[in-house]
């Protein structure tokens, strides 16, 4: 069974079609990789996942669940989303932590509040996973007090604290200066090695070459190309890919 | 009349100076987040008839809303005029700073960025959630220094409740520089008025203090 299956996603802003017939399954367990150009549609595709944007037509489910249909060519969403809701996850380029809280309180609230778990194993949960994460002193404080790649690594662990079936991640090391960027790969490239079912939207392509079971190369609102990495990477298919992948050569 | 007996007689309106006072920032800091909520409604009837309040009471003088609520029912439907102006007073008061809080509160909550909005959507809060735990805080914050400033304005346009005769300090002070042709009243109530915004600034400065433990 599919966490995710996302089927023939229609989505425009205005006259702009950005996401022509999109379909991505993700398996169990499985890391995918999303890679393309400016504008492809990649962050579209994320926010159309994690219902902050609403798709025009197509199909969404999380764990054969259905999120969203199309009836008559429109889709419609389910009456409510909330149990949908705690199958993923989703970490910003940019954080969005609360600045007005504590580490601590930016990962427990949500657990302790949305879902109603019990204050003291979401607290336990939390130390365990920012102890993980390298963060175990810094619970009490607040995140304009931590480096770009702490915040960033706050997030993940804020995320990661719902227990989702699934992670999405968009450019989370976009927005680092580039010596901060090394300790977020590592983190995440930790959670692929356990398994974590995670889709991942990077410019890094050393990174997605890594820790991928599959790479997606993205371009004007459709797939391209995808497969094993070694494929995408090592024997490109496609010449669009191949023009892309030119740009990341050195 | 010597300064100490004027002092003293002044200071028995000061009482109802502080009522106006407290009572205004009690009503009006919550009707203006009222306004402002149904000024960001995304019903145009509603919007708009929070817009048309704002616009009125902002662009209209304090005095006339003050003459408007305390006689206006006498004239419009022969209710005498309540024998305890307090009400009247206050009414005008709240609703005429309810006005100002709501575009303070709508500058605040339309500079917090929308990311926040995006993460508390995505950890499944609920949109009631949403704003009291992690939009309101910071909007809090953010508008402090603002709400300070009409906060001392409020002190000083206590005084405009003398236009109704409403037994305040300023209007005491008033009458006794009338009858005594004396001009110490004015003096006497100026001090007033700095002490107690001297007063109010260092309060709001440690309120402002206590919350600025994180970097915007
Ligand atoms: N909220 C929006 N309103 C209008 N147009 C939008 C909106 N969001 C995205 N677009 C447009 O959709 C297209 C795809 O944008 P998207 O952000 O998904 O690209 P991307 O692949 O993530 O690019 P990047 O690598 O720069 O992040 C672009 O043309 C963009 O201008
Ligand atoms: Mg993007």
Avoid: W
Avoid at chain 1, 109 to 122: F, G, Q, T, W
């Amino acid at each position: 069974m599919p966490v995710l299956s996302m089927t023939n996603i229609q989505k425009s802003f205005g006259e702009n079609h950005v996401l022509k017939d999109i379909s991505l399954h993700v398996d169990q367990r499985e890391v995918v990789s999303i890679i393309g150009p400016s504008g492809s549609g990649k962050s579209t595709l994320l926010r159309c996942a994690t219902f902050l944007e609403t798709i025009d037509a197509g199909e969404i489910a999380y764990m054969d669940q259905k999120a969203v249909q199309t009836v008559n060519g429109k889709a419609v969403y389910a009456k409510n989303l909330k149990p949908f809701r705690k199958d993923f996850g989703l970490v910003f380029q940019n954080f969005n932590l609360f600045p007005h809280r504590t580490v601590l309180k930016n990962v427990t609230d949500a657990p302790i509040s949305v879902l109603h778990r019990d204050p003291k194993e979401v607290k336990a949960l939390a130390e365990e996973l920012l102890g993980k994460m390298g963060l175990a002193d810094r619970a009490g404080a607040y995140p304009c007090e931590l480096s770009g790649g702490q915040q960033q690594r706050v997030s993940i662990v804020r995320a990661l604290a719902m227990q989702p079936k699934i992670l999405f991640f968009d450019e989370p090391t976009s927005a680092l200066d580039p010596e901060l960027t090394g300790e977020v790969l590592k983190v995440i490239k930790q959670l692929a090695e356990e398994h974590m079912t995670m889709v991942i939207v990077t410019h890094e392509m050393a990174f997605a070459r890594a820790v991928s079971d599959r790479v997606i190369f993205m371009d004007g609102g459709v797939i391209v190309e995808q497969g094993r990495p070694e494929d995408v990477f090592g024997d490109t298919q496609e010449e669009r890919t191949k023009q892309f992948l030119r740009h990341y050569e050195r | 009349m010597d300064l100490l007996t004027i002092i003293l007689k002044m200071a028995e309106g000061l009482e109802k100076t502080c009522a106006i006072f407290f009572l205004t920032l009690l009503f009006s800091i919550p009707l203006g987040m009222v306004v402002a909520l149904l000024r960001g409604s995304k019903l145009k009837i509603v919007s708009g008839i929070a817009r048309a309040y704002i616009s009125v009471l902002r662009g209209t003088p304090l005095m006339l809303q003050l003459i408007a609520v305390t006689y206006g029912p006498y004239y419009l439907f022969g209710i005498s005029v309540s024998r305890n102006k307090l009400i009247p007073v206050v009414i005008a008061f709240a609703i005429n700073y309810a006005a100002y809080f709501a575009e303070i509160y709508r500058s605040g909550i339309e500079s917090m960025p929308v990311g926040q909005y995006e993460a508390a959507e995505v950890l499944g809060y609920t949109k009631v959630q949403t704003f009291f735990k992690i939009i309101l805080p910071q909007v809090i914050r953010r508008i402090l220094p603002s709400i300070t400033n009409e906060i001392v304005t409020l002190v000083k346009d206590t005084s405009m409740a003398f236009t109704v005769s409403y037994q305040e300090m300023f209007t005491i002070g008033k009458q006794i520089a009338n009858s005594q042709t004396s001009f110490v009243p004015f003096i006497v109530a100026g001090v007033f008025y700095y002490v107690f915004n001297a007063i109010v600034s260092f309060v709001m400065g440690r309120v402002e203090k206590a919350m600025s433990y994180y970097k915007i």
